[in-house]
């Protein structure tokens, strides 16, 4: 594999990885903004810009568009994310410039007609109700709430039915010339790509974008903690929890990770196998950490008969207080083997790698080679990640959500807040 990376006058990056025995490619642009870019009268608007992309532009209709890359065999797509907006496709090798001028066209030329506005609007609407009634996104959102209190990022990436409704295409125009910035875009390719090809196109089809940086969106506040029970009639209750983690460029980011993966990251982890395997208490449970420019997030998930919501609390604490200090080398050896897995098996991906690429280069300006992650997953052994661990519980108040009905949620995420208090207090004796 080949990584080449080429930043032009625009401060747009170009960075692609040639894989010669495919031939498939895949190819999108990366943009450094997302949900916590926007103002208060803005919540929702990255994520309808991401919509509209696909409904016109001032060269192709909506459906031209999409007749386009299907009539070649690709597929064309998009999402939106708290930090970051990006637009993908997947095409056949000959196909790569035709792909990268549909990129470039729905996001230099898009046309916002209004009556595509409106229906897609419409259509937002609909996917912010079909999410209400998805208890694990609704707990989530509450959670987020919790976490950043008055801020971006702890509002939900679909707007609600009255930001959307006070949308228009100015506003879009605006949005897009503030934030759709050279300096925060990322063209990323990778499979059967000529660098230099792709480098001359994207010069050409974004020449367009300003040169200048971005305003720089709120820095991220964890907030004190807490809980919430919020009320419905479910069959079962959902509990989730979090703390502040560590951000990407955390030299301790690898370890934390480690940490989580021994914790809930698969079958083999400890919750697994003591609240599911050994106790029966639930069919569903797991913890994440997800690092951004300035925060980090480490959360945690599971659904339970409400009778049982207590309990599961508590056996959850329990479990986290006891991996922070009964770690072993074969669990930590486990967890890097299914890092590295992971890493080395995105590779063999030109969606999975194309994404790599992009997201490196936004997070620290630089694609990181293989051989630096695989020696930073092998630089964790169990006392980094023992200290990481002691250091996420020593770094916030927990904030718990729980969803459902029954008097058992109450004491369920009483046990939850206790989680970093019983910690500090074993220290102290």
Not at 88 to 114: E, H
Not at 287 to 296: L, N
Not at 333 to 340: D, H
Request: charged fraction near 25%; proline fraction near 5%; hydrophobic fraction near 40%.
């Amino acid at each position: 594999m080949s990584v080449d990376i080429t930043r032009l006058p625009s401060g747009l990056t170009v960075v692609t990885d040639a894989m010669p025995h495919l031939q498939t490619a895949a190819l999108g642009v990366w943009t450094g903004v997302g949900g916590r870019d926007e103002k208060p009268n803005e919540h929702g608007i990255s994520h309808l810009l991401e919509h509209m992309a696909f409904k016109g532009t001032t060269n192709r209709s909506s459906r031209e568009i999409v007749e386009e890359i299907e009539a070649v065999g690709g597929d064309l797509n998009a999402g939106t994310s708290t930090e970051t907006t990006a637009y993908y496709a997947r095409v056949m090798k000959a196909d790569v410039p035709l792909a990268l001028d549909v990129l470039s066209d729905i996001l230099a030329n898009p046309s916002f007609v209004p009556d595509e506005l409106e229906r897609e609007k419409s259509v937002i609407v609909q996917e912010i109700g079909a999410a209400q009634d998805t208890p694990d996104d609704v707990v989530f959102e509450h959670l987020n709430e919790l976490c950043y209190p008055d801020q971006p990022m702890g509002r939900s990436l679909l707007g609600t039915a009255k930001t959307l409704k006070r949308f228009d295409r100015d506003m879009l125009r605006d949005y897009l010339a503030t934030h759709y910035r050279g300096p925060e875009m990322v063209v990323a390719a990778a499979g059967a790509v000529e660098h230099d090809r792709i480098v001359d196109d994207a010069a050409r089809r974004f020449a367009s974008f300003d040169a200048t940086p971005a305003p720089k969106p709120q820095t991220a506040m964890f907030g004190p903690g807490g809980s919430r029970v919020v009320r419905r009639e479910l069959e079962q209750a959902h509990l989730t929890l979090a703390l502040e983690g560590v951000p990407q460029t955390d030299l301790s980011l690898f370890s934390l990770q480690v940490f989580t993966n021994t914790l809930g990251g698969g079958m083999s982890s400890r919750l697994f196998q003591e609240v599911r395997e050994k106790r029966g208490l639930c069919y569903s449970i797991y913890a994440f950490h997800a690092p951004y420019t300035d925060t980090g997030f480490f959360g945690l998930y599971t659904g339970t008969d409400p009778a049982d919501a207590p309990e599961m609390m508590e056996v959850v604490v329990d479990v986290i207080n006891e991996a922070v200090e009964t770690l072993t080398e074969a669990e930590v050896a486990r967890a890097k083997a299914q890092m590295k897995a992971g890493l080395l098996m995105a590779l063999e991906s030109c969606s999975s790698r194309a994404e790599q690429l992009a997201r490196h280069v936004l997070a620290y300006g630089r694609p990181q080679t293989v051989e630096e992650l695989v020696a930073r997953i092998d630089a964790v052994d169990v006392e980094s990640t023992r200290n990481a661990a002691r250091a996420l519980l020593s770094r916030s108040r927990p904030a718990v959500v729980a969803l459902g009905s029954g008097r058992g949620l109450d004491t369920a995420v009483n046990f939850a807040e206790g989680l970093t208090r019983s910690k500090a207090k074993a220290r102290l004796h």
